[in-house]
């Protein structure tokens, strides 16, 4: 059995990882840091391991490594959990954006260091990282989120580069308007705005997304590192 650690896994496109990895045999860990009732729920639904951790703190990070070393090295890593914000660029305080990378990038820094000896101790692994298609076109409104999310792919494309001869595949999926929690605020006007915007007319999965990151972990895509994958419905080309 193959062990898999989501990241942000109580909600929206994580927890649709959490389900779809677990109904193909994976063992999977679900990190939560604030959202415990919705991970509680998941585990009683897919028999998945909660650890509760802030991705954030280099601490935290090192515990629930130790936490999932009692039951096996990690061979599949998605890095999924991040934060999103709207605001004027001129409203952007310094905390912020330091509170948008400490959790969009650099918790993916700390939890992707702590995996990785377990990898390139085997030689192999599958590291799944999740971006934004704001990270590829950016987004008015949302500079620190499009920024942090920006930096996922060049972090994506420059690991994969570097991790490539230890048989270790690198990939970003940087999602569009998918129908999340996240997007929740959202009023219908600008719902209707996004999907008159979207070739495809509607907005995306979470359980289409999920889909994706299962297929980027399995065997079928071990030709496959340093790609950004944007599940988008056609929204950018």
């Given at each position: 059995?193959?062990?898999?650690l989501i990241?942000?896994?109580?909600?929206?496109?994580?927890?649709?990882?959490?389900?779809?990895?677990?109904?193909?045999?994976?063992?999977?860990?679900?990190?939560?840091?604030?959202?415990?009732?919705?991970?509680?729920?998941?585990?009683?639904?897919?028999?998945?391991?909660?650890?509760?951790?802030?991705?954030?703190?280099?601490?935290?990070?090192?515990?629930?490594?130790?936490?999932?070393?009692?039951?096996?090295?990690?061979?599949?890593?998605?890095?999924?959990?991040?934060?999103?914000?709207?605001?004027?660029?001129?409203?952007?305080?310094?905390?912020?954006?330091?509170?948008?990378?400490?959790?969009?990038?650099?918790?993916?820094?700390?939890?992707?260091?702590?995996?990785?000896?377990?990898?390139?101790?085997?030689?192999?692994?599958?590291?799944?990282?999740?971006?934004?298609?704001?990270?590829?076109?950016?987004?008015?409104?949302?500079?620190?989120?499009?920024?942090?999310?920006?930096?996922?792919?060049?972090?994506?494309?420059?690991?994969?580069?570097?991790?490539?001869?230890?048989?270790?595949?690198?990939?970003?999926?940087?999602?569009?308007?998918?129908?999340?929690?996240?997007?929740?605020?959202?009023d219908d006007?600008?719902?209707?705005?996004?999907?008159?915007?979207?070739?495809?007319?509607?907005?995306g999965t979470?359980?289409?997304?999920?889909?994706?990151?299962?297929?980027?972990?399995?065997?079928?895509?071990?030709?496959?590192?340093?790609?950004?994958?944007?599940?988008?419905?056609?929204?950018?080309?």
């Open positions: 059995m193959k062990n898999v990241t942000g896994g109580s909600r929206g496109i994580g927890a649709a990882c959490v389900e779809e990895f677990s109904k193909n045999g994976y063992r999977v860990f679900l990190n939560y840091n604030k959202s415990g009732e919705a991970a509680e729920a998941l585990r009683e639904r897919t028999g998945c391991v909660m650890i509760k951790a802030d991705i954030s703190n280099s601490a935290d990070v090192s515990r629930m490594i130790e936490k999932i070393h009692e039951y096996g090295k990690i061979d599949v890593l998605v890095n999924n959990a991040g934060i999103a914000e709207q605001k004027l660029f001129s409203d952007i305080t310094e905390d912020d954006w330091d509170r948008m990378f400490n959790i969009n990038m650099k918790g993916m820094f700390l939890v992707t260091k702590a995996v990785l000896p377990d990898m390139i101790y085997k030689k192999s692994g599958k590291i799944i990282n999740f971006s934004s298609v704001w990270g590829i076109s950016g987004a008015s409104c949302e500079v620190h989120y499009s920024a942090s999310k920006a930096a996922v792919i060049g972090f994506t494309k420059a690991l994969a580069k570097e991790l490539g001869l230890s048989g270790i595949n690198v990939n970003c999926i940087a999602p569009g308007v998918i129908d999340t929690d996240m997007n929740s605020h959202l006007e600008t719902r209707k705005e996004l999907c008159d915007e979207t070739p495809l007319s509607r907005f979470a359980r289409e997304t999920a889909r994706l990151a299962l297929y980027l972990a399995s065997k079928d895509a071990d030709f496959i590192t340093g790609q950004i994958i944007s599940p988008n419905g056609g929204l950018i080309i």
